[in-house]
């Protein structure tokens, strides 16, 4: 049998605690996640996103431009003149636009890293990149598919330079695309994580 003073004892006697959790403010000690090392891999994050959306935005304006380029001087005499077909001056139109849009944001983009100031703020910033990119890519998407059947037509009956040319713009426009389209996801990505406080 136990003795009842022993009993007593116990009663009295501390009961042992849990350790303190994780980032508790009254002992100190920091959560899993956060301090410096935190920050630091946060801002190498960003800085790569950055960096990332200026080199898809930098491919893109390449190819636009190329595409622009391309249709552009894509005139041979008669029938193998680009501005007589609809479809042609679409892709053309297009690759103007988009020659201008991502023109516009790699300026931006390299003022941006060269002067650490942003032109606009971060929230607008990232509607403006999300919808911009997409926009750009759905039109480029659209001018160089409604141009592919007219292409592919003609060059059932003859392949020429004429075909050639049309047919490297459009595919100059696809990978303008491509860029756009990647750009955009990170621009979605970036204007998911924002923080409204």
Same mark, same amino acid.
């Given at each position: 049998?136990?003795?009842? %003073?022993?009993? *007593?004892?116990?009663?009295?006697?501390?009961?042992?605690?849990?350790?303190?959790?994780?980032?508790?403010?009254?002992?100190?000690?920091?959560?899993?996640?956060?301090?410096?090392? @935190?920050?630091?891999?946060?801002? *190498?994050?960003?800085?790569?996103?950055?960096?990332?959306?200026?080199?898809?935005?930098?491919?893109?304006?390449?190819?636009?431009?190329?595409?622009?380029?391309?249709? /552009?001087? %894509?005139?041979?005499?008669?029938?193998?003149?680009?501005?007589?077909?609809?479809?042609?001056?679409?892709?053309?139109?297009?690759?103007?636009?988009?020659?201008?849009?991502?023109?516009?944001?790699?300026?931006?983009?390299? @003022?941006? =890293?060269?002067?650490? *100031?942003?032109?606009?703020?971060?929230? !607008?910033?990232?509607?403006?990149?999300?919808?911009?990119?997409?926009?750009?890519?759905?039109?480029?998407?659209?001018?160089?598919?409604?141009?592919?059947?007219?292409?592919?037509?003609?060059?059932?009956? !003859?392949?020429?330079?004429?075909?050639?040319?049309?047919?490297?713009?459009?595919?100059?426009?696809?990978? /303008?695309?491509?860029? =756009?389209?990647?750009?955009?996801?990170?621009?979605?990505? *970036?204007?998911?994580?924002?923080?409204?406080?």
């Amino acid at each position: 049998m136990s003795d009842p %003073n022993d009993q *007593k004892a116990t009663v009295g006697a501390p009961i042992p605690t849990a350790p303190p959790a994780a980032g508790d403010t009254e002992s100190q000690t920091p959560a899993a996640g956060t301090g410096v090392g @935190h920050i630091i891999r946060k801002w *190498k994050r960003e800085d790569l996103l950055k960096r990332g959306s200026l080199g898809l935005r930098c491919i893109a304006l390449l190819f636009s431009l190329l595409a622009f380029i391309i249709m /552009a001087s %894509n005139k041979h005499g008669d029938w193998k003149d680009f501005d007589r077909y609809e479809e042609y001056r679409y892709v053309l139109a297009i690759a103007i636009l988009s020659t201008l849009y991502t023109g516009l944001q790699v300026m931006r983009q390299v @003022h941006e =890293l060269s002067t650490s *100031k942003e032109a606009f703020s971060r929230q !607008n910033l990232a509607l403006l990149e999300f919808f911009g990119d997409q926009l750009m890519a759905y039109l480029l998407l659209s001018s160089a598919s409604s141009a592919v059947p007219l292409t592919n037509k003609m060059r059932e009956n !003859n392949d020429n330079i004429f075909t050639d040319s049309s047919a490297s713009a459009i595919s100059m426009e696809f990978i /303008a695309f491509l860029a =756009l389209a990647v750009s955009a996801m990170i621009a979605g990505y *970036k204007l998911s994580n924002q923080t409204y406080i």
